[in-house]
T-cell receptor
Framework: DTGVSQNPRHKITKRGQNVTFRCDPI?????LYWYRQTLGQGPEFLTY????????KSGLLSDRFSAERPKGSFSTLEIQRTEQGDSAMYLC?????????????FGPGTRLTVT | QKEVEQDPGPLSVPEGAIVSLNCTYS??????FMWYRQYSRKGPELLMY????GNKEDGRFTAQVDKSSKYISLFIRDSQPSDSATYLC????????????FGKGTKLTVNP
């Protein structure tokens, strides 16, 4: 499968715990995006990387959220001290930009439930 | 006012009907327009991608962009029960992050 993959697919955690999600983009896609989707809403932008550089993180909801893409391949999104309001679907997308077309391809998402 | 407005529906049609889905937007910087299909508890799947104004056709799907009216549409011909899903419009501006701004999605049910 050459699409975007995300792990785990579902995470249940207790309030106050830290969680980390992983995204593997389409091979050779330079850009990697993280979005968050709550029930009944469209995805909302969190942050993006071009290769290993995090170029915008205006959508990260608080300093409890952080993301990395250390070698310009896979990325991780970490949420520290989780709160019930963090329950959502976390989506990763990749794009061949810059230089390539503008389409973004999404992974299956990680559904987070904070109890 | 949100940057992208989309009627959430729900929309219910009989099999074989022509479906029209629409979004309006307020940011004149948007240049790239996409439609995604999302099945329940799955990630969005890219259906159509259009640059600037005009029409694009792919099989049973036609995407239209009218930048003068800030209005985009997706038409589905000969709708099938397998088309039942939530349809999300998304758009981005050129330059910078080119992050996608989404509508809320329209939930479509095609009844056999």
């Amino acid at each position: 499968d050459t699409g975007v993959s995300q792990n785990p697919r579902h995470k249940i955690t207790k309030r106050g715990q830290n969680v980390t999600f992983r995204c593997d983009p389409i091979s050779e896609h330079n850009r990697l995006y993280w979005y968050r989707q709550t029930l009944g809403q469209g995805p909302e932008f969190l942050t993006y990387f071009q290769n290993e550089a995090q170029l915008e993180k205006s959508g990260l909801l608080s300093d409890r959220f952080s993301a990395e893409r250390p070698k310009g391949s896979f990325s991780t999104l970490e949420i520290q001290r989780t709160e019930q309001g963090d329950s959502a679907m976390y989506l990763c997308a990749s794009s061949p930009r810059p230089g390539g077309s503008y389409e973004q391809y999404f992974g299956p998402g990680t559904r987070l439930t904070v109890t | 006012q949100k940057e992208v407005e989309q009627d959430p529906g729900p929309l219910s049609v009989p099999e074989g009907a022509i479906v029209s889905l629409n979004c309006t937007y307020s940011n004149s910087a948007f240049q790239y327009f996409m439609w995604y299909r999302q099945y329940s508890r799955k990630g969005p799947e890219l259906l159509m991608y259009t640059y600037s104004s005009g029409n694009k056709e792919d099989g049973r799907f036609t995407a239209q962009v009218d930048k003068s009216s800030k209005y985009i549409s997706l038409f589905i011909r000969d709708s099938q029960p397998s088309d039942s899903a939530t349809y999300l419009c998304a758009m981005s501006a050129q330059g910078g992050s080119e992050k996608l701004v989404f509508g809320k999605g329209t939930k479509l049910t095609v009844n056999p």
